[in-house]
């Protein structure tokens, strides 16, 4: 009777023991899965029948035989290959924020060069190519792209940070679920699907009239105001004020500048 | 029964009452012991848990520090909010210097003081943003750092609660381990009991008016010496008794 209830106690502490060295284990997975690591993969469902010709492994992906391999089999812990995950490290994520600024940065040249050629149409039909007009005209606009190219970083940054979330978030969940089923096997799969979600591109949407505010601002008000100026400075009678506004309001429908009055 | 009983001799008389005591003590030493077995079981179990919850404690300790020390804090807020800023200020340097200039465009270069003025209005807005950004990247962080953590705690108190459910179950079998000295000793107190009311049955039969069963006297009549026939033949004394076996 003495022996019975003491084995007994044995079998609750193995059972414990047993499910809590499951949970390391999967732990760990967790840990080689986003961080980086060898990990084993496809686990052998419980219908399937070990071959014992064929290699298997456990959940770090280390190789097991012999008793080992078929207690694990009972446990529903033995898996049919291995792989070495390369876990979501600060390159991943560079990579993605160079992934997208890939995509958006041709988007933004491409914008920024209708501009150019808009504020260069214009100031040569107003021979002001070599004025202190151009010079402000394209030093804003250089200055505009560098705020869009700050923007589409900060874009990229935060995307990066979101993924950061993101990960932070699912990896949690599989170890609510690791704790819940106390089977890292399944676990384990999950976390795969997870992490090959996480690498998939985004999809993204044009970035839209980047240049719209710079070209209807500073172009139908800023160049005609200098102009306006530099003429006042000259003495001269020439004013664009009589210019009717539909004329620049061209500059600013596309946020690129249209054809001038021609002066 | 009454046969040994009254096996009469004076051995026997003295031999009960010996039995009866002997049986009485050793089933209530032993019992003791039982008892004592399963309170020394029981306070081992209860100890074993304490241990491992000490266990658990602990590596929540080390988890919990281990935050500390690497998300919390004026100095790792300022480490991480630097990555973050140099990490976008590259990352604006990166771009802003791949960029095209005006001159394909058959419009002036930028003069000197024009340039200086745009790469230091540039230079601002960089570096405004950039610190921005050290602030996001270490809310960030610290919300990753405090998020692991708190899981690898999660984990932690869950395999603690589990061990400590399985108390009550633990301490119910080492309760059980004296069982078996108990089950002795109650054998023994039996026995001890049975030798007693031996003795007293005894006894019983040896007050000054009852019967007293003595096959060496003739004619002696037992309980059915009421009994005037003995219609059916039955042996009524204890000489018939024996005689006839």
Redesign the interface.
């Known amino acids: 009777m003495c022996m019975g209830n003491t084995s007994d106690n044995s079998q609750i502490l193995q059972r414990q023991q047993q499910q809590q060295a499951q949970v390391d284990t999967g732990m760990e997975q967790l840990n080689r899965i986003f961080q980086g690591g060898m990990v084993g993969v496809n686990p052998l469902t419980s219908s399937a029948v070990m071959d014992p010709s064929k290699s298997y492994y456990d959940a770090l992906g280390n190789n097991v035989t012999g008793d080992q391999a078929q207690n694990l089999f009972s446990q529903g812990q033995l898996f049919q290959g291995q792989q070495q995950q390369q876990g979501f490290t600060p390159d991943f994520y560079k990579n993605r924020e160079n992934a997208y600024l890939n995509y958006a940065n041709p988007q933004v040249y491409q914008q920024y060069g209708q501009q150019l050629g808009g504020l260069t149409k214009n100031l040569n039909n107003a021979g002001l190519q070599h004025s202190s007009v151009a010079q402000q005209g394209q030093s804003s606009l250089l200055q505009e792209l560098n705020k869009q190219l700050q923007g589409q970083a900060n874009t990229a940054i935060g995307q990066s940070q979101d993924l950061q979330r993101n990960v932070g978030n699912e990896r949690a969940t599989l170890t609510s679920q690791l704790q819940q089923s106390a089977n890292p096997a399944q676990t384990s799969v999950g976390a795969l699907q997870a992490a090959s979600q996480f690498s998939a591109p985004p999809l993204l949407q044009p970035l839209g009239n980047l240049f719209q505010n710079w070209g209807s601002l500073y172009g139908a008000n800023n160049l005609q105001q200098n102009y306006n100026n530099l003429m006042s400075n000259k003495n001269q009678n020439y004013s664009l004020l009589n210019v009717p506004q539909t004329e620049f309001a061209g500059l600013g429908q596309n946020g690129i500048f249209s054809s001038g009055r021609g002066y | 029964m009454v046969y040994l009983a009254q096996g009469g001799d004076t051995n026997m008389g003295l031999l009960l009452p010996l039995i009866a005591l002997a049986g009485t003590a050793a089933g209530t030493g032993l019992s003791m012991a039982g008892n004592a077995q399963s309170a020394r079981a029981m306070n081992n ?1 209860a100890n074993d848990e304490l241990i491992r919850q000490q266990e658990f404690s602990k590596k929540g300790g080390q988890i919990y520090q281990q935050n500390l020390n690497q998300n919390v804090g004026v100095g790792n807020a300022q480490e991480q909010m630097g990555q973050g800023a140099n ?2 200020s590259a ?2 340097q990166a ?2 210097n791949a ?4 001159n394909s ?4 270069a ?2 000197p003081q ?2 200086a ?2 790469q230091g ?2 230079g601002q ?2 570096d405004a ?1 950039s610190a921005l ?1 050290g602030y ?2 270490w809310q ?1 962080q610290q ?2 750092g405090n ?2 953590a ?3 705690l ?2 932690n108190t ?2 603690s609660q ?2 400590a459910a ?1 108390l009550p ?2 301490l119910q ?2 309760g ?5 000295l108990q ?1 002795l000793g109650s054998l023994f107190s039996t026995i001890g009991m049975g030798a007693g009311l031996l003795k007293g049955l005894n006894g019983l039969g040896q007050t000054a008016n009852a019967p007293r069963i003595d096959p060496g006297v003739s004619g002696y009549q037992n309980d059915f010496s009421d009994l005037t026939s003995n219609p059916y033949g039955f042996p009524r004394t204890f000489s018939q008794f024996r005689a006839i076996h």
């Open positions: 179990t990490h976008a990352l604006y771009l802003q960029q095209t200039g005006g465009s058959g419009l002036t930028l003069n024009t340039q003025q745009l209005r540039t807005s960089n943003s950004q996001n990247s960030t919300g990753l998020q692991l708190g899981t690898k999660g984990v869950t395999q589990a061990d399985n179950f633990l079998g080492a059980r381990a004296g069982e078996s089950g």
